[in-house]
């Protein structure tokens, strides 16, 4: 007797979701914006404590 059942293949592996690559995207907008709110922490703190 022959199965309808479909059997994956060994060619088709099912990759893991990384969730390092789902980050990378969006690294050239965060990483910016988070340089300038820490300036302006650093030169807020430098300011109060003159």
């Known amino acids: 007797m ?3 059942e ?3 293949s060994h060619g088709a592996e099912i990759q893991p979701h990384d969730p390092v690559e789902a ?3 969006a690294i050239p907008i965060v990483l910016p914006l988070v ?3 820490l300036m302006f922490l650093l030169a807020f703190i430098a ?4």
């Not at 300011?47 to 003159?50: C, D, G, S, V």
């Open 35 to 37: 340089g300038g709110v």
């Open 2 to 4: 022959s199965s309808t």
């Open 23 to 25: 980050v990378v995207p």
């Open 47 to 50: 300011i109060y404590m003159a």
């Open 6 to 8: 479909v059997r994956p």
